[in-house]
C-alpha cells in the first residue's frame, strides 16, 4: 500500500538554525498538510498546500516557517531560525481530495538543543 | 472557540473484551469525521470515518457510532487485543485542515 514517507526521522539542531523537513507524499494526493505534535499533546495543525499555494495555516505558522514543492514527488517544510519550543513531531500528511481521510508519515523528530 | 474533545485521557480494558472510545465536538455544521491510531513512535493511522448522513459505520472490528442531537461520537472495538493498544484521536474534518482531539490511550491487558 503506498505510504507518505518523511526523512529524517531524527533531526539535531542548533537553536538560530535553519532546518528542512522533507517529505514525499502519496503519489496520486493532491492535498498537503504539516502538522506539530508536542510531546504527550495532541497533534497541531500547521499548514495546509494545494495546487501550489497554501491553503490554509494556522498561529503557530508564522514568518519563521515556510513550506515548498520544489519538483513532482517532494514537499518540504523549513524553519528558518529554529527556538527551542520547536522542538516536536512533525508529521506530514496528504490526501487525494479534499473530503477523503489523511494519509500521515510517521513524522520526523525535531530536537533543538 | 469550536474544537474536537475527548471525553477520557486513559482506558485500560481486559484482552477479549470490547472497547468503547467517546468523543464530543462542537461544531454543529461539521459532516465528516475520522478516527486515527498512533502507536508509539509512529503518524496516525486511518482507522474508519463517518460522514453526517451516517449514524453508524462499520468497519473489521470497529465500529463508529454519531449522534449528530448531542454532538458525539464513539468508536467501539470489538475483542480488544494486545496489538490495539495505542493513542486514538478522532479528528473532525475542515474546509482546508482536520482539528485532532486530545486522545485516548487504550492499554489491552493480557
Known amino acids: 500500500e503506498p505510504e507518505v514517507t518523511q526523512t529524517p526521522s531524527h533531526q539535531v539542531t542548533q537553536m538560530g538554525q535553519e532546518v528542512i523537513l522533507r517529505c514525499v507524499p502519496i503519489?496520486?494526493?493532491?492535498?498537503f498538510y504539516w502538522y506539530r505534535q508536542i510531546l504527550g499533546q495532541k497533534v497541531e495543525f500547521l499548514v495546509s498546500?494545494?495546487?501550489?499555494?497554501?491553503?490554509?495555516k494556522s498561529e503557530i505558522f508564522d514568518d519563521q516557517f515556510s513550506v515548498e514543492r520544489p519538483d513532482g514527488s517532494n514537499f518540504t517544510l523549513k524553519i528558518r531560525s529554529t527556538k527551542l519550543e520547536d522542538s516536536a513531531m512533525y508529521f506530514c500528511?496528504?490526501?487525494?481530495?479534499?473530503?477523503?481521510?489523511?494519509?500521515f508519515g510517521d513524522g520526523t523528530r525535531l530536537s533543538i538543543l | 472557540g469550536e474544537s474536537v474533545g475527548l471525553h477520557l485521557p486513559t482506558l485500560s480494558v481486559q484482552e477479549g473484551d470490547n472497547s468503547i472510545i467517546n468523543c464530543a465536538y462542537s461544531?454543529?455544521?461539521?459532516?465528516?469525521f475520522i478516527w486515527y491510531k498512533q502507536e508509539s513512535g509512529k503518524g496516525p493511522q486511518f482507522i474508519i470515518d463517518?460522514?453526517?448522513?451516517?449514524d453508524k459505520r462499520q468497519g473489521q472490528r470497529v465500529t463508529v457510532l454519531l449522534n449528530k442531537t448531542v454532538k458525539h461520537l464513539s468508536l467501539q472495538i470489538a475483542a480488544t487485543q494486545p496489538g490495539d493498544s495505542a493513542v486514538y484521536f478522532c479528528?473532525?474534518?475542515?474546509?482546508?485542515?482536520?482539528?485532532f482531539g486530545a486522545g485516548t490511550r487504550l492499554t489491552v491487558k493480557p
Open positions: 500528511a496528504s490526501r487525494v481530495t479534499g473530503d477523503q481521510p489523511q494519509h
Open positions: 503519489s496520486n494526493h493532491l492535498y
Open positions: 498546500f494545494y495546487n501550489n499555494e497554501i491553503s490554509e
Open positions: 461544531n454543529s455544521a461539521s459532516d465528516y
Open positions: 463517518i460522514r453526517s448522513n451516517m
Open positions: 479528528a473532525e474534518n475542515m474546509r482546508n485542515d482536520m482539528r
